[in-house]
């Protein structure tokens, strides 16, 4: 198997980077060659260090509302190391239509809410405040869009009645460092192709089990399954 030279792109904590450089072992169909900064105070390039892996920073204000500026040099940057498939791991700026065109299918987001709930910023204190049952995350394709494009994985969690921001958060976190080691190997397995808009992933199981919440008493559950 060739591995996909991957880039990760962040501005900050870089949880979810870690989370797929610790799944990034050899037989892994993605290798992190690069990881890439807006920002020179992301604590996330410290861990990538540590892990031997390569850094770069290409810092965003210093282009001033340049957009195509910045990202050309982010492209120099990339392009220096081979990169050949980028995920976005709480990377905080928005791509041009331009950039996120020359790497179409190629280029991959994690975000905390269920799309298409909750886009943009603040997503635990929105559902909290909708109060939803069921939060969770999404890792998609990246179209020119802002939090858009085809779903590949969805992680549910709970709301609980006493969850504060911070708490949901915390649930939704741990759900994202599952989900994206595994969304991000489909694609740079070749697992993920689009159809009608929408992407398709071959070769992997289907969770088949609701989650509810609140959950039913079990007798009521056992009714409601045995007249089916
Ligand atoms: C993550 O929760 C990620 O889903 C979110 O930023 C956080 C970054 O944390 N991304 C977005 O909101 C993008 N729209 P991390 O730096 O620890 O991975």
Known sequence: MKRKRLGLLISGRGSNMAAILAAAAPDYPAEPVLVLSNRADAAGLEVAKARGVPTAVVESRAFKGDRAGFEAAME???????????????????????????????????????????????????????????????????????DEGPIIAQAAVPVLPDDTEASLAARVLAAEHRLYPAA??????????????????????SAVDSLLNPLPRAALLSTQCSKV
Request: proline share 3%; charged share 15%.
């Open 76 to 146: 120099a940057v990339l392009g220096q190391h081979g990169v050949e498939i980028i995920a976005l791991a709480g990377f905080m700026r928005v791509l041009t239509a331009d950039f996120v065109r020359r790497w179409e299918g190629r280029l991959i987001n994690i975000h905390p809410s269920l799309l298409p709930a909750f886009p943009g910023l603040d997503t635990h204190a929105r559902a909290l405040a909708a109060g939803v049952r069921l939060h969770g995350c999404t890792v998609h394709l990246v179209t020119a869009g802002v």
């Open 184 to 205: 991000l190997s489909w694609l740079a397995a070749g697992q993920v192709r689009l159809a009608a808009g929408r992407a398709v992933i071959t070769g992997v199981d």
